[in-house]
Nanobody, 127 residues
Framework: QVQLVESGGGSVQAGGSLRLSCAASAYRYCGRDMSWYRQAPGKEREFVSTIEGDGRSPYTRTNYAESVKGRFTISQDNARNTVYLQMNSLKVEDTAMYYC????????????????WGQGTQVTVSS
């Protein structure tokens, strides 16, 4: 079992910045896709960004939703088993609960194919 703990949410004015963190409790050196999703009130959960890495090297592949490209940056710290989402130039429409998700690759000694979600961290952007 893996626990994902998000932090870094808060309230900020439009144009401001926040950095979200997602710390995984185990399997530091396992390959996985770590993603951020968000859900605004009354809306479906939507994809924000993902980072794919083997958990051992600095080489990763990233992807972003069109709505956040150029403003958000996803990164990882393998030693800390943590993924970050740097959010700049925040807009009111970025207001949502942000969730972290981990999906592990099929590797020996790792939770192959398992999917885990965090509890979420609230981001509120005011005009």
């Amino acid at each position: 079992q893996v626990q994902l703990v998000e932090s870094g949410g808060g309230s900020v004015q439009a144009g401001g910045s926040l950095r979200l963190s997602c710390a995984a409790s185990a399997y530091r050196y396992c390959g996985r896709d770590m993603s951020w999703y968000r859900q605004a009130p009354g809306k479906e959960r939507e994809f924000v960004s993902t980072i794919e890495g083997d958990g051992r090297s600095p080489y990763t592949r990233t992807n972003y939703a069109e709505s956040v490209k150029g403003r958000f940056t996803i990164s990882q710290d393998n030693a800390r088993n943590t993924v970050y989402l740097q959010m700049n130039s925040l807009k009111v429409e970025d207001t949502a609960m942000y969730y972290c998700k981990a999906v592990y690759w099929n590797e020996l000694g790792c939770p192959s194919g398992a999917e885990y979600w965090g509890q979420g961290t609230q981001v509120t952007v005011s005009s």
